[in-house]
């Protein structure tokens, strides 16, 4: 049946079998579907994730900091399989009662602090260790201002364009121009702001590029939804040329990784709970 033939029912009903790519990854109510108790490492920091890229914001940001040598930033970052429903599980349900990732427990703390949602973990992070975050008033509301900016807009590029242009069970074409023109749209936004400054948020390295690049920046490098010709993503010449700038970085490189499931093996670190399984434990290494 076409979207022009469908007519809403009075009382929605779920047809999870109709629900196309991620029908396991969402449901129409809360709460944990299934008993089972997070895993525990040895670090300060426990985090519960997948390389998605609001997972890779918070990787990315982690990487960084231990890059600086802020030991207490070292963590365990075990992987939740949204396409297996663990998001679901009681023990994640603790912890974030939204029932999705990123999820960071920080037990350095007594009792151990729970953060959830991705902005409110790189916050968090940024303002507990003191890097990554301007302490300057003006400087810093201006970091958060692409912060949040970041949190409102990525739901259109990734819940919308994405969806409907990638992974949709079939091709609408109402939603594709509507999200297509709000993804260019963003973009311009994106590109105006940078062509006048190295960073997003002015001439420094701050949270408000870790979150943004691993959407906006992968992608302008045609790393998602196989949709680089279709917006025509060389256009914004500012953006591509700072999301180069950050992918060239080695904690994002390596960030990027960790929780990743899929695409080249050795691009591949399912769990992080040591720096040195970047160099043993990629999948490429595991298989081999």
């Known amino acids: 049946m076409s979207e022009k033939q469908y007519q809403p029912p009075k009382v929605w009903t779920w047809d999870q079998n109709g629900a196309g790519t991620w029908s396991k990854t969402n449901r129409p109510i809360a709460g944990p579907t299934h008993e089972k108790t997070l895993p525990i490492g040895e670090h300060p920091l426990q985090l519960y994730s997948m390389g998605t890229p609001n997972g890779q914001k918070v990787t990315i940001l982690l990487e960084e900091l231990l890059a600086l040598g802020v030991k207490e930033a070292e963590y365990d970052a075990h992987l939740i399989r949204i396409g297996e429903?663990?998001?679901?599980?009681?023990?994640?349900?603790?912890v974030n009662p939204n029932s999705k990732i990123p999820a960071l427990l920080d037990c350095s703390a007594n009792?151990?602090?729970?953060?959830?949602?991705?902005g409110a973990i790189l916050l968090y992070l940024a303002d507990k260790y003191g890097f990554f975050l301007p302490q300057d008033i003006a400087a810093r509301t201006e970091a958060l201002n692409w912060l949040f900016w970041l949190q409102g807009s990525a739901p259109y590029l990734g819940g919308g364009f994405g969806h409907f242009y990638h992974y949709a069970p079939e091709k609408i074409e109402y939603a594709i121009n509507r999200f297509a023109m709000e993804a260019k749209r963003q973009l311009d936004v994106l590109d105006r702001q940078l062509a006048g400054h190295q960073y997003i948020a002015g001439e420094e390295y701050s949270i408000a590029d870790i979150a943004i690049w691993p959407w906006y920046g992968s992608l302008v490098r045609s790393n998602q939804y196989e949709a680089g010709e279709f917006l025509d993503v060389q256009s914004y010449k500012n953006v591509q040329r700072w999301a180069e700038e950050i992918e060239n970085r080695p904690a994002?490189?390596?960030?990027r990784i960790v929780n990743r499931t899929w695409g080249e093996p050795a691009e591949q670190l399912h769990e992080r709970h040591d720096a040195s399984d970047f160099e043993l434990n990629t999948e490429d290494k595991r298989q081999s």
Do not use: N
Not at 85 to 94: A, H, K, N, R
């Open 85 to 94: 429903g663990d998001q679901f599980s009681s023990g994640f349900v603790e």
């Open 111 to 118: 009792p151990p602090i729970r953060v959830f949602e991705s």
């Open 252 to 255: 994002v490189k390596r960030g």
